[in-house]
C-alpha cells in the first residue's frame, strides 16, 4: 500500500469515526476532513472545493425547494384527507408511504418519488403527533430498492446497462431488472414496515425554538365565500381537516350569533370565528376554501410584493394596548391584516376585528415582508423567532405539482440531466410563487449541502490515489477462492461498501469489470455478476452520503449519521441473503 493510499484510508476512517461518535455536528466533520485530506496532500488544491460545483449538491438543495413548494400548495392536505381519511396507526401510515414510494421509484427517478411523498409523511406525522422521522429514512431506503425493479429506475441500472452492451454486445431491457428487484422490494417493505421501530425519533435541530414557543389557542375569523367548498357542510365535516386542531366557537349570520353545533349547516355569507393552532387553522380555511380577513389582502396594494405572516408578542408600552383593529383601521392605515390573536390563560369569545389588544397577546400580522419590522416596532411588538405561518398565505394550487411532474418527466424522457430538470423545477417555484423567497433558503438546507460538497473530494481521494484499485485487486485475491454464490456475495457486498465513497454511477464503473473479469475467470456468465454490482451500488443503507435520497431526508428527519446503520445493517444483510439466490434461479451462472 502506498503511502498516498494509506492516508486517504486514514482520514477517511477517521471521518467515518467521527461521524459515528457523533459529538461534531456533520458539516463541521466534514470540513475538518477536507481540511485533513488537504494539508496530507491526498486532496489536491485545485479540486478542494469541486465538491461545490457537483451535480449531487445541485440535485438535493433544488429538490428540496421543490418539495417544500408541494408542502405549501395544500394538495397534500386534501390529498391525505380524501384518499385516507381515517388511517391513524403509525404502521398503517409507512407502509402507504412505503410502498406509493417504492412502486412510484421504479417508474420516475427515486429522489423525485421521494420529494413527492415528503410533504405526506409530514401530515402523517402531524395526524399521528409522532416525529417525522419514524417516516423519512424508511421513506428513503423504499425509494433505494424501488429503483432496483427497471432500467430507469436509478442510475446504476442505466450505467450497468450500458457496460452489459460494451462487453457483451447486448444490453439489459428495461424490465429484465424486474424479477430480482421485485423480490428485493417486498421483501425490503415488509422489513421496512415491521421494524421501522429502529430509527429513533428525531427532531430538527433548528426546530427546537419553534416547540418551545408552540401556541395552540389563537382566534382567527374566515368568511363562507360564494363557490367555497364549506356551502352546504357541516360544522364537523368542516373541522375534519384539522384533526382536531381547532373548532368553530361562533357562527355570525347576518349579524347575529348563531351556536355551532356539530350538525349546524354554512351557508354562503355565514362568518365563522375559529380557534386553534395555526397548522390547524390553516387546514381548515384552506380545505373549506375560506376567506380570512373579509378577503382583503396586502396584494391587493402591491402585487409584486412578497407577502408574509409574522408572529409577534404586544409589548408593555404598545400603542395597541387597549385598542381594536376596527378601531385601528389596521389594513387602510398599515396595510396589514390582523389574522389571529391568542392570550394565555383566557378563550376569546369576541370577533377578531372587535378584540382589545391587551399586554402579552400574541397576534400575527400579514403584510408585505420589507415593511413588517419596522411596523412592529411602531407597534411596539416583540417578533417570535421567524417560523413559517401558513395562515393566509397564498396558495397557487396545481402549479407546485406540474412543476414537480415537468421536473420528473424531463428526466424519466431523457430530456434533461436530473440535475437540470430540479434546477428548472426549484427556479420555477420561486417565479410562480408557489414559495415564498423568503422561505427558499430556509428549504434549502445549508448543513447538509456544505457536508456534501466538502465530502465529494475527501471520497475522491480512493480513487484518485489508487485506492479502489487496491479494493479491486484483495476482491480479485479472494474471488478466485471462493465457491459461486461466495464470489457473487463478495462482489455484491464490495459494491455496497464502495458506494458511500464514490457515487453510484461511479461505483458501477469502478466494480462492472472486475464483476466481468470473475465471471470470465470464473467460467461464468456475467449477468448476474453485473446485476450483483448494480444492486449493490444502489443500495447504500448505512449512511446519509451514498445516495441523494438518504442525503435529502437527513435535514428534515433530524436524524444523525449513526442513525442510518440502526436500520440500515440489517436490511443490507437482507438483501444481500435474497438477492444471491435471487440472481442465481433468474440469472444462472451457466
Known amino acids: ?183 428485493l422490494a417486498v421483501t425490503g417493505i415488509v422489513y421496512l414496515v415491521l421494524f421501522y421501530r429502529l430509527v429513533p425519533e428525531r427532531t430538527r435541530e433548528t426546530v427546537s425554538v419553534d416547540e418551545a414557543i408552540e401556541i395552540r389557542n389563537y382566534v382567527s375569523e374566515a368568511a363562507v365565500a360564494k363557490g367555497s367548498g364549506a356551502v352546504g357542510k357541516t360544522v364537523t365535516d368542516l373541522v375534519k381537516p384539522a384533526e382536531g386542531g381547532a373548532m368553530v366557537t361562533s357562527i355570525v349570520r347576518a349579524d347575529h350569533r348563531v351556536t355551532p353545533l356539530p350538525d349546524s349547516v354554512l351557508a354562503e355569507g355565514d362568518v365563522l370565528v375559529l380557534e386553534g393552532n395555526p397548522h390547524a387553522l390553516d387546514a381548515i380555511i384552506t380545505a373549506g376554501k375560506l376567506k380570512l380577513s373579509s378577503n382583503r389582502s396586502p396584494l391587493d396594494r402591491e402585487r409584486s410584493a412578497e407577502i408574509e405572516a409574522i408572529e409577534a408578542v404586544i409589548g408593555e408600552h404598545s400603542p395597541l394596548i387597549d385598542m381594536s383593529a376596527q378601531r385601528l383601521a389596521m389594513f387602510d392605515r398599515y396595510n396589514v391584516n390582523l389574522l389571529a390573536v391568542s392570550r394565555h390563560g383566557e378563550r376569546i369569545k369576541e370577533r377578531l376585528g372587535q378584540i382589545t389588544f391587551r399586554f402579552g397577546d400574541v397576534i400575527v400580522l400579514q403584510g408585505q415582508s420589507s415593511g413588517l419590522p419596522t411596523l412592529l416596532r411602531e407597534f411596539g411588538c416583540l417578533p417570535l423567532a421567524k417560523r413559517t405561518i401558513m395562515l393566509g398565505s397564498v396558495r397557487r394550487g396545481l402549479i407546485p405539482l406540474l412543476i414537480l411532474f415537468a421536473a420528473i418527466g424531463a428526466t424519466a424522457l431523457g430530456l434533461l440531466p436530473v440535475s437540470i430538470a430540479f434546477f428548472a423545477g426549484a427556479v420555477a417555484m420561486v417565479l410562480f410563487r408557489a414559495i415564498p423567497l423568503g422561505e427558499v433558503y430556509t428549504a434549502i438546507d445549508g448543513p447538509i449541502l456544505i457536508m456534501l460538497a466538502t465530502l465529494i473530494p475527501v471520497s475522491d481521494a480512493l480513487r484518485t490515489t489508487g485506492g479502489t484499485e487496491l479494493i479491486a485487486q484483495w476482491l480479485t485475491h479472494f474471488a478466485y477462492q471462493l465457491p459461486p454464490f461466495g464470489a457473487l456475495t463478495l462482489i455484491l457486498v464490495a459494491a455496497m461498501a464502495v458506494t458511500p465513497f464514490l457515487n453510484n454511477a461511479a461505483t458501477v464503473l469502478v466494480m462492472a469489470p472486475i464483476a466481468t473479469s470473475f465471471a470470465s475467470t470464473l467460467g461464468f456468465r456475467p449477468e448476474a455478476f453485473l446485476m450483483a454490482v448494480a444492486i449493490g451500488a444502489g443500495c447504500d443503507f448505512l449512511t446519509p452520503i451514498g445516495h441523494q435520497c438518504n442525503t435529502l431526508v437527513m435535514g428534515p428527519g433530524g436524524y444523525r449519521f449513526s442513525d442510518y446503520p440502526r436500520l440500515g445493517l440489517p436490511l443490507s444483510v437482507i438483501i444481500v441473503l435474497t438477492a444471491v439466490p435471487a440472481l442465481m434461479l433468474f440469472w444462472p451462472l451457466t
Open 1 to 183: 500500500m502506498a503511502t498516498q493510499q494509506f492516508l486517504a484510508f486514514t482520514v477517511i476512517g477517521l471521518m467515518m469515526a467521527a461521524f459515528v461518535w457523533g459529538r461534531i455536528r456533520y458539516d463541521i466533520v466534514a470540513m475538518c476532513s477536507l481540511l485533513m485530506a488537504i494539508a496530507l496532500g491526498v486532496v489536491p488544491f485545485q479540486a478542494a472545493f469541486s465538491g461545490f460545483s457537483d451535480e449531487i449538491v445541485i440535485i438535493v438543495g433544488s429538490a428540496l425547494v421543490v418539495s417544500a413548494g408541494v408542502a405549501r400548495s395544500g394538495l397534500v392536505e386534501a390529498a391525505v384527507q380524501r384518499f385516507v381519511p381515517q388511517l391513524s396507526s403509525v404502521r398503517a401510515q409507512l407502509a402507504v408511504l412505503v410502498i406509493v414510494v417504492t412502486v412510484l421509484s421504479a417508474f420516475v427517478k427515486n429522489i423525485g418519488a421521494l420529494a413527492i411523498m415528503i410533504p405526506v409523511a409530514f401530515q402523517f406525522a402531524r395526524r399521528s403527533n409522532v416525529s417525522a422521522s419514524v417516516f423519512l429514512m424508511p421513506m428513503a431506503f423504499g425509494a433505494l430498492i424501488g429503483g432496483l425493479m427497471t432500467q430507469v429506475g436509478t442510475s446504476p441500472n442505466i450505467v450497468v446497462s450500458r457496460v452489459r452492451a460494451e462487453m457483451v454486445g447486448q444490453s439489459f431491457s428495461m424490465f429484465d431488472f424486474t424479477p430480482v428487484g421485485a423480490t
